[in-house]
Nanobody, 122 residues
Framework: VQLQASGGGLVQAGGYLRLACGVF????????MGWFRQAPGKEREFVAV???????SYSASVKGRFTVSRDYAKSTVYLQMNSLKPEDTAAYYC?????????????????WGQGTQVTVSS
């Protein structure tokens, strides 16, 4: 199973970006698909997750600004990021996990994407 992320870039504060991550390889019925991020010198942190069935969860720092969504037919997860702030600058990683995992922690992830850089200028 391979995850391919795209959509990162440089944007001014207040702007928006949309990340996408496709799952390729052998069939994988991802129970949870989501995003983590890691800023320089900081630990990787949970951003958002979408569970099979439609329930979603967000970190407090992005709730109300970011939206996670899934296209089951395309095995793709998206992260719409609005009202971006300089503190959102980080490498963003898509992740998937199998049944019974909630993806709030890195230990829950079964597969990781390669990371895509998001830089928000002030």
């Amino acid at each position: 199973v391979q995850l391919q992320a795209s959509g990162g870039g440089l944007v001014q504060a207040g702007g928006y970006l949309r990340l996408a991550c496709g799952v390729f390889g052998r069939p994988f019925s991802g129970f949870a698909m989501g995003w983590f991020r890691q800023a320089p010198g900081k630990e990787r942190e949970f951003v958002a997750v979408s569970w099979r069935g439609g329930t979603k969860s967000y970190s407090a720092s992005v709730k109300g600004r970011f939206t996670v969504s899934r296209d089951y037919a395309k095995s793709t997860v998206y992260l719409q990021m609005n009202s971006l702030k300089p503190e959102d600058t980080a490498a963003y990683y898509c992740v998937v996990a199998g049944a019974g995992k909630y993806l709030y922690t890195t230990e829950d992830a079964d597969y990781w994407g390669q990371g895509t850089q998001v830089t928000v200028s002030s």
